[in-house]
């Protein structure tokens, strides 16, 4: 007796996402304006560094979706609830011997909000970014942290753009 009411149960979980998926997707159109929330990373103790990502994620969000922002609109609020940056960013190869990176990639992770201006959530998306850690350039130059943030914005920024389709 209890396979039947499993199965029940989890043929109703199915269909209740597949009902919310497009439909969440479908109520990003346009926005009155763009804003990154970083508060998770600051309560880690990644000021600066949630700092950096806060102006580099709001510019590329302005870049990627200009074109999508209205007067009076809701608010695209982006929060981000991950940064992990590997530790050492360079040439180890691939574990089979060959050419490449040796697996090390940073990743940021965080949620597209659509946000009323009661502030309800309106629609919510989330959204994984991985980058080779090698994108910020060469792992001994005292740059290469910060570029790898903006690198990881911009890729965040553009995969959005790609999956919050416009009405």
Known sequence: MRAPGRFA???AG???LWLAGPAVA???GRFGGVAVDVRPLAAYG???QADALRADLTAALQRHFGDRIVRGGPT???????????PYAGGQGSRSGGFGGGGETDYLEGEALLVGPNGA???RHPQLSALPSSSGGAWYDPASERRRVAALAEHYAAWLRRRLPAQ
């Open 46 to 48: 990644r000021g600066p």
């Open 9 to 11: 149960g989890r043929l």
């Open 26 to 28: 479908q109520d990003f």
């Open 14 to 16: 199915l269909l209740a």
């Open 76 to 86: 695209l609020v982006v929060r981000v609830s991950g940064l992990s940056l590997t």
């Open 121 to 123: 959530i309106l629609a």
